[in-house]
Structure formats: structure tokens, C-alpha cells
């Protein structure tokens, strides 16, 4: 009779930690799923002193576009002169897309953050546009 207690009790510990490694590999899918804050931010590489231009940055989360997204700003600042960056804020096109005009003033190279805050997460990516007058290369 402890014979066929121990094999019952042997066959039941490998039932159990089967169950439980089972588990552990729905865990781990899980973390591998997790989803990511994506910006894909566009800026024309160069542009003419006085011209605007349009910053468009696009967000997803995952495979989804954010269309409700916490917080879409964009930092900008002549290379030369970081402390003196100037933050506007952006228009949400209820789309996934958030956008916004600059005029850059002076010749030099810009770098421009996108400040995006959603699902919880925050991400910074970072462009650079040249400004150049007319007829300089």
C-alpha cells in the first residue's frame, strides 16, 4: 500500500511542476509580447532660413495608433545655443499623427525633440534640420 501512495505522490509532484512550467512559458510569452511606445517623427533635412516647416510626429503603441495620446510637444534649439530651446506644443490630428510649424530664424543646424508621453511611457526621439540661406550649400 506506501508503494502505490509513493508512486501516486511521485506522479502527482511531476503533474504539478508540469503545470507550473506550463505557467511559467505563458508568463514568458507574455513579456515577450509586451508593447513598445513608438514615435516615427518626420522633418525635412534641410530648409531655407524663414521657411516653416511642418513637424509631424506619429505614435503607436504596439500596432495601434495613439490618438489620445497624454502629451505630444516638440523641443527645438539652434545647435549653437542650447539653453535657449523653445517647447511648443502639438496639434493632435486624431489620427496617430501630432503636428506643428517652427519658422527657423537663423542660419545653422536645429535639433528638434519630440517630447511624447502615452500609455504610461515616455519617448524623446531626436531630428536635426539644417537651415540655410538662399543659395548656400
Not at 502527482?12 to 505557467?23: D, K, Q, Y
Not at 513579456?31 to 533635412?45: A, G, H, I, K, T
Amino acid at each position: 500500500m506506501t508503494k502505490k501512495i509513493s508512486v501516486f505522490l511521485l506522479i502527482l509532484a511531476i503533474f504539478i511542476l508540469t503545470a507550473c512550467n506550463e505557467n511559467s512559458d505563458a508568463e514568458s510569452d507574455d513579456l515577450d509580447e509586451l508593447e513598445e511606445l513608438s514615435v516615427v517623427f518626420e522633418v525635412p533635412e534641410t530648409a531655407e532660413v524663414g521657411e516653416t516647416i511642418l513637424l509631424e510626429a506619429t505614435v503607436t503603441y504596439g500596432d495601434e495608433k495613439v490618438e489620445d495620446a497624454n502629451d505630444v510637444s516638440f523641443e527645438y534649439w539652434l545647435d549653437e545655443n542650447e539653453d535657449n530651446s523653445t517647447e511648443i506644443e502639438s496639434t493632435n490630428n486624431g489620427d496617430g499623427t501630432y503636428t506643428a510649424e517652427i519658422t527657423l530664424e537663423q542660419e545653422g543646424v536645429y535639433s528638434i525633440y519630440a517630447h511624447t508621453t502615452a500609455e504610461g511611457l515616455h519617448t524623446m526621439p531626436l531630428k536635426t534640420v539644417e537651415a540655410e540661406t538662399s543659395g548656400s550649400e
